[in-house]
């Protein structure tokens, strides 16, 4: 069975930076898309960024030009650079992957914390 597992959480100065890495096993799954959502304290389980199996980006409007996501396909796994982070990025983060077919996978989450 497949689990993401992720890595990289923490608490953070505002203006500081964190990297959140993520990793699958359970086998080789040839996810078509990987990414991260975050849900902030109180709010809703929202999307901050996706890499698809060809390597196309894309990002939530208020992380863009921060943040930057990258994966390595040949080990099914998905990284996030976050810069200059803020108060309001403070949230639970998970990775999402999804696959040819079948429900999407979600890790367990992550606690960044961004505060002084």
């Known amino acids: 069975q497949v689990q993401l597992v992720e890595f990289g959480g923490g608490l953070v100065q505002p203006g500081g930076s964190l990297k959140l890495s993520c990793a699958a096993s359970?086998?080789?799954?040839?996810?078509?898309?990987m990414g991260w959502y975050r849900q902030p304290p109180g709010n809703e389980r929202e999307f901050v960024a996706s890499i698809s199996s060809a390597g196309i980006e894309n990002y939530a409007g208020a992380v863009k030009g921060r943040f930057t996501i990258s994966r390595d396909s040949a080990k099914e796994a998905v990284y996030m650079e976050m810069n200059n982070l803020r108060p309001d990025d403070t949230a639970v983060y998970y990775c999402n992957a999804r696959q040819l077919i079948g429900p999407d996978v979600w890790g367990q989450g992550t606690q960044v914390t961004v505060s002084s």
């Open positions: 359970g086998g080789k799954h040839g996810f078509i898309l």
